[in-house]
DNA sequence: ATGAAGATTGCCT
DNA sequence: GGCAATCTTCATG
C-alpha cells in the first residue's frame, strides 16, 4: 500500500532508515518496474554541505522546498539521472533522501532491456545496483522531477514493503529467494558515497551484506588539465 | 561569458 | 585501480 505522506514529514535522516525494505514502483506505457530498496542515504538540505540545497533554492533543487513525498530528480555528469524523496524537516529545510539501490522484484525483463548495452547480459543484482542505474531499470528521468509519489494513481510511487502489489506477486510465485533474501536484513550505516564535503556523516543506510548494495567508493576529485609548460 | 566540478558508471590496463 | 564520457549548474570575472 501507499506509503503515507506523513512518514515523510520529519527529517530525512529518520525517515532514511525507514525506507529500507519499501517497494518503488514506475508505471509507464512499456510497462511495470517495481524495486525494493535496499541502500538509501539522508540529505539535510540547508544545513548540509553535501547537498545540493545546501546555498538555498534554484531552479535546479526547486522540488525539495515543496511539499514532501515529491520526487527531486537530477542529472549529473553529462549523463546520469538521480532520484530522491522530498522530507520535511524544519520548514524549508530541503531535506531529501536519495534513492541508491534495491532490489527489482517485479517487471525484470523490462528493467533488463532498459539497462542492458550492447550484447553484454546484466546481472539481476545489477540491475538497479546504484543511484544511476536504478533509475535507469526504472526509466525515471527528467520528466519525474516533481511528481508526487504519495498519491493514488502516481505512476510514480512510493510502497511499504508489506503488502504492495509487486510482492503480493512474488508470494503467489513461491520464489523464496526473492522474498525471504539469503541475507540478513539488518541495517547498517557509513559515510556517504561520492560526497566531498561533511564525508565524515554517517548518513547512508543499507542492509547489511546484501549483494544489491553498490560498492562504496570514496570520493576523487577529478585532477585538472595539464598546463602547457 | 567562461570554466570547473559534479550525490556516477563502464571500460581499460 | 585509473580514467574518459558528457553536459548542466553554479560561481566568478
Avoid at 555528469?77 to 524544519?90: D, I, K, P
Avoid at 528493467?111 to 531499470?137: E, F, K, M, S, V
Avoid at 493514488?152 to 511499504?160: E, H, I, K, Q, Y
Avoid at 506477486?169 to 541475507?183: C, F, R, Y
Wanted: with cysteine; proline share 8%; glycine share 10%.
Amino acid at each position: 500500500m501507499l506509503i503515507p505522506r506523513k512518514f515523510f514529514a520529519r527529517p530525512s535522516v529518520e525517515a532514511a532508515p525507514d525506507l529500507l525494505g519499501s517497494v518503488l514502483e514506475h508505471e509507464t506505457a512499456d510497462g511495470l518496474v517495481a524495486v525494493e530498496l535496499t541502500e538509501v542515504e539522508a540529505y539535510a538540505g540547508r544545513s548540509d554541505p553535501a547537498s545540493h540545497a545546501y546555498r538555498g533554492k534554484t531552479a535546479r533543487n526547486a522540488v525539495m522546498f515543496g511539499p514532501p513525498g515529491h520526487a527531486y530528480v537530477y542529472f549529473t555528469y553529462g549523463m546520469h539521472f538521480c532520484v530522491n524523496v522530498v522530507c520535511l524537516g524544519e520548514e524549508g529545510s530541503a531535506s531529501a533522501v536519495l534513492l541508491r539501490a534495491g532490489r527489482v522484484i517485479a517487471g525484470e525483463e523490462l528493467a533488463c532491456a532498459r539497462r542492458t548495452r550492447g550484447t553484454t547480459a546484466i546481472a539481476p543484482r545489477d540491475l538497479a545496483r546504484g543511484p544511476a542505474r536504478l533509475c535507469q531499470a526504472l526509466g525515471i528521468d527528467r520528466s519525474q522531477n516533481g511528481a508526487d509519489m504519495v498519491s493514488a494513481g502516481s505512476p510514480l510511487r512510493m510502497l511499504s514493503g508489506a503488502g504492495n502489489p509487486a510482492r503480493s506477486a512474488l508470494l503467489a510465485s513461491g520464489d523464496e529467494t526473492l522474498i525471504h533474501p539469503a541475507t540478513p536484513r539488518r541495517i547498517v550505516t557509513g559515510p556517504r558515497v561520492g560526497v566531498s564535503s561533511a564525508a565524515e556523516i554517517p548518513w547512508r543506510f543499507w542492509y547489511d551484506g546484501d549483494p544489491t548494495v553498490s560498492v562504496y567508493r570514496a570520493h576523487v576529485p577529478r585532477q585538472p588539465k595539464p598546463v602547457t609548460p
